[in-house]
Nanobody, 120 residues
């Protein structure tokens, strides 16, 4: 069982930056692929980025490519999402997720989410 706790959300102006963190505990958390998803009000949850166990492979949704960077520190059992040049449409609750399979269609473990609000 993996427990995930997100932090780093907040209110930022358009063009600004935030870095989200996701601390994992329980089991061998460094053996999991990690991902970030987000859900805006009235919309379905959507994939944002993912990273494999070693950090050698990453993937992003098209709308965040070049602006967001996912990374991980396995010694600290933490995954990060650096978000630059934020836009109002990035406003959402951001969730961290973990799964043993990088290509899993549905990640198994989820955090409680952290709110990101981008003002125009």
């Amino acid at each position: 069982q993996v427990q995930l706790i997100e932090s780093g959300g907040g209110l930022v102006q358009a063009g600004g930056s935030l870095r989200l963190s996701c601390a994992a505990s329980g089991g061998t958390s460094s053996s999991y692929a990690m991902a970030w998803f987000r859900q805006a009000p009235g919309k379905e949850r959507e994939f944002v980025a993912k990273i494999n166990i070693s950090g050698s492979h990453t993937s992003y949704r098209d709308s965040v490519k070049g602006r967001f960077t996912i990374s991980r520190d396995n010694e600290k059992n933490t995954v990060y999402l650096q978000m630059n040049n934020l836009k109002p449409e990035d406003t959402a609750v951001y969730y961290c997720a973990a799964d043993r399979q990088y290509y899993s269609p549905q990640y198994t473990y989820w955090g409680q989410g952290t709110q990101v609000t981008v003002s125009s």
